[in-house]
């Protein structure tokens, strides 16, 4: 089993074989990139001697591509796996609790998905009682839509509850003001790092050339804002005021052990999204409201694969663009305490949540926080971890 010398607690989110990237900021200084092993955080420019990784987005790094990628990855482990090494490493470690965490990466443009069948014939259910629950495309193709990348913030971030048009069954006309019914999504996200020609599609089989590393997404949600604006175009407002991410990007390549099969899709999907070896990842999620368990969302159950959204993301010939995020959309599990939001926890309402203090919650209030977490296998019976995603919830703006 590969170790190292730097001590690594049990039950770590980063152990050696995980090594996610980063941007941290000592005690007044300049933001700068580094790597998460145990409870401390290297600074890579110092550390590689390599001023690429001195500024303050980890862009300049994932554009150089899988090569290079793996190199560093290589060279990062071989500085931390070897006693002899310690004396020249030791000066750019800092302890992570002294450090503040930013956005690791410049958001190109921001894609999210709908890739849970779970989630996906859930809201089906609730909206279209007497109809099929999942759309006649769903089967065909993984949906999207394009959001607002200059919404997307670092965990931690607070998150102002959102205003907008929003209009109850009842009622003949609609109101403006904050939302009623402020939602979570808990999802995965993938980042990408080499780019692609503006009018050439990516291939599925394509994907590890170009994504870079996994992050956990909390996509916000204000469901009744959403319903009443998304026919005919779909989310807008109700999507579009805060999307937060974890602070630690995880290589695809610690990522291999996870790796499992990807779902039987019937009907079998186009050719162009057909995928020999499919990347199902078995990430285990954990979202909690005010520190209390309310869902554990297996990412294993996801119907659609990160390498067929990719693929179709860029079927009608979108380039890629370093720093593109694409997420999954909302996990959620075959069983209620694996459903990945409230509206699904709460079932719109008509099923509150009490949590342990006696509080009962459909939807969220002004100071709630709610923190999501994933830990994924690693190698030699180990798990690796993302960190977390986590937000507070603050009154809406006058």
Request: proline share 11%; charged share 20%; glycine share 12%.
């Amino acid at each position: 089993m590969t170790t190292s010398w730097v001590p690594v607690p049990e039950g770590s989110h980063f152990p050696i074989h995980n090594l996610p990237y980063g941007i941290f900021s000592p005690p007044g200084e300049r933001p700068r990139a580094g790597v998460a092993i145990g409870e401390r955080v290297v600074d890579l420019a110092a550390a590689l001697g390599d001023e690429m990784f001195a500024g303050d987005s980890l862009n300049p790094f994932l554009a150089q591509g899988p090569g290079r990628w793996a190199a560093v990855r290589s060279r990062i482990t071989e500085l931390l796996t070897d006693e002899s090494r310690r004396s020249e490493v030791e000066p750019a470690l800092h302890r992570l609790a002294g450090v503040t965490l930013h956005l690791p990466f410049e958001v190109a443009d921001y894609v999210d998905f709908y890739a849970s069948e779970h989630h996906a014939a859930n809201l089906g259910r609730m909206f279209r009682p007497g109809s099929e629950p999942l759309t006649p495309n769903w089967k065909h193709l993984p949906i999207g839509y394009h959001g607002r990348a200059g919404t997307v913030v670092v965990s931690g971030t607070p998150v102002v509850r959102p205003r907008g048009q929003r209009k109850a069954p009842g009622e003949d006309a609609p109101t403006f003001g904050p939302t009623l019914r402020l939602d979570i999504e808990a999802e995965v996200g993938f980042v990408v790092g080499m780019p692609s020609s503006l009018g050439t599609p990516v291939p599925a089989a394509d994907f590890p050339r170009h994504v870079f590393g996994v992050v956990l997404v909390n996509d916000w949600s204000a469901r009744d804002i959403q319903s009443w604006e998304y026919v005919p175009l779909g989310p807008f407002l109700g999507k579009s005021f805060a999307t937060s991410v974890s602070p630690w990007v995880v290589p695809l390549e610690a990522l291999a052990a996870a790796r499992v099969p990807g779902p039987i899709q019937e009907p079998a999907p186009l050719p162009y999204l057909r995928v020999a070896e499919p990347w199902g990842l078995d990430l285990a999620l954990d979202v909690r409201l005010n520190g209390h368990t309310v869902s554990r969302p297996p990412y294993s159950s996801m119907y659609w694969t990160p390498d067929q959204m990719l693929a179709h993301m860029t079927a009608g010939g979108a380039s890629l663009r370093t720093g593109d995020l694409f997420a999954s959309g909302t996990v959620s599990g075959p069983d209620r305490g694996g459903r990945g939001s409230l509206i699904e926890l709460s079932w719109s309402g008509a099923e509150p949540l009490t949590l342990p203090d006696g509080s009962v919650r459909s939807f969220l209030e002004d100071g709630d926080t709610v923190t999501i977490t994933a830990t994924a296998p690693g190698p030699d019976g180990t798990r690796i971890g993302f960190g977390e995603v986590t937000g507070r919830v603050l009154p809406a703006r006058p």
